[in-house]
């Protein structure tokens, strides 16, 4: 920058070919950006790595609610996935859904 020169001149010329405002960005690449970012940022975070295990072990939003809500889970000692979640167990839900998804538990 020369002296004597404000910021925002020598930004008007280095890109006056330029549209004035932020790059539009379709509505759908936007929306991906921001589910890989959402990914990205929280991927230890056991409520996110356990419902989506699940969801890829039973695509059926209506039963695997069902498994959520009322189904005991024996490895964590009874408790459904809501309980585990609830009561800080969240780990240790992931690491049995990790088994059944890989076949290791019947």
Do not use: Y
């Not at 509505?27 to 996110?48: H, M």
């Not at 699940?54 to 039963?63: N, S």
């Amino acid at each position: 920058m020369q002296c004597g020169q404000t910021r925002d001149k020598v930004g008007a010329q280095t890109f006056r070919h330029l549209p004035p405002g932020p790059p539009a960005m379709p509505t759908a690449a936007l929306a991906v950006a921001l589910v890989r970012t959402s990914v990205r940022r929280a991927p230890r975070n056991p409520v996110v790595q356990a419902l989506s295990l699940a969801a890829r072990i039973e695509p059926d939003a209506e039963l695997r609610a069902d498994w959520f809500h009322h189904d005991p889970i024996r490895e964590l000692g009874g408790l459904t996935a809501e309980g585990a979640l609830a009561t800080g167990q969240g780990a240790a839900l992931v690491r049995v859904l990790r088994a059944i998804d890989a076949g290791r538990r019947g």
